[in-house]
Structures are given as structure tokens and as C-alpha cells.
């Protein structure tokens, strides 16, 4: 590998790491196993999922934020497009799992800008769990004030 790439990855690093990408941003990670029961076969091994990700998604002001998240939270709100503030918000997930014998990886990645007037989200997810592959990509722009708005 050449000095030029090198150099150019620690300046990405750093550029992440300093510029603000990952504060405010929340690292987790969950581990599930279980004992598949099929047809009385009793040789087949543990099912597990083993997840790790890193988020930042804002919150409304109304949502109580919690000490310690499990991973699998669903607020109504998180499908609201235009969010709790302004600014960027990701989602990185990879998840290894083992189902009755058969392994898959699952993974999610959507990033996320905002502003009161204008949004654009992208969005993969590959479900190999369940043969699933899915990519988006979203603009949008709020041309009326709404009445439930206070700003």
C-alpha cells in the first residue's frame, strides 16, 4: 500500500473522529442464543445473533432517554422524515446469525440530513436472513408550515 493511500485514510479517520461524525453518537452491541428444537433432530447446533452498530439519532424532546438501550427500540417517532433537530444522523448495523443451522449475515446503513425545510435519507439494507436487499434514496421538501409546528 502506498504512503499516499495511507496518509489519506488516517486523514479520513481523523476528519470522522474530530469533525464531530461520531459525537453524540451511541456504540451498542447484543447477543441472543437459543436451542433450536426441529423434527427431533437434536444434532443440529445453537441458533444465535450477535449484533454490533453504532447510531446517532436525535430524539423529540418528549422521549425519555434512557441509561442503557437494548438495541431494538421502536418509537413511532423514528419513522417521522423530518426529525428531532437539524443535522446528520446514521445508523450502522451488522448482525451474524445462526438459524436452525444455516448462518446469514444482516446488515443496515441509512444516513440521514435534515434541516425545518429540507431532508435527504439513503438508505441499504441487506436481510440475508431473509434473502431480503433493499436500497433507497429520498428528498424531500416541506413547502407549508404545519399547524402543529412551534418554530
Avoid at 14 to 41: C, E, Q, R, W
Avoid at 64 to 76: A, D, M, P, W
Wanted: charged letters at 20%.
Amino acid at each position: 500500500m502506498s504512503y499516499a493511500r495511507i496518509i489519506s485514510y488516517l486523514v479520513l479517520a481523523s476528519s470522522f473522529v474530530l469533525g464531530g461524525f461520531f459525537s453524540n453518537s451511541t456504540i451498542y452491541t447484543s447477543a441472543t442464543m437459543g436451542t433450536p428444537y426441529v423434527n427431533d433432530k437434536l444434532n443440529i447446533e445453537d441458533d444465535y445473533k450477535y449484533t454490533f452498530g453504532i447510531r446517532k439519532i436525535a430524539l423529540f424532546p418528549y422521549q425519555v432517554k434512557n441509561n442503557f438501550y437494548k438495541g431494538n427500540e421502536k418509537h413511532l417517532s423514528d419513522n417521522a422524515l423530518f426529525g428531532a433537530v437539524e443535522g446528520l444522523e446514521y445508523l450502522i448495523s451488522a448482525s451474524s446469525i445462526r438459524n436452525q443451522g444455516h448462518e446469514y449475515i444482516d446488515q443496515e446503513y441509512w444516513l440521514k440530513w435534515s434541516n425545518n425545510k429540507f431532508v435527504t435519507k439513503f438508505k441499504y439494507l441487506d436481510k440475508g436472513s431473509r434473502d431480503l436487499q433493499v436500497a433507497s434514496a429520498d428528498a424531500r421538501y416541506k413547502i407549508f408550515k404545519s399547524l402543529y409546528c412551534t418554530k
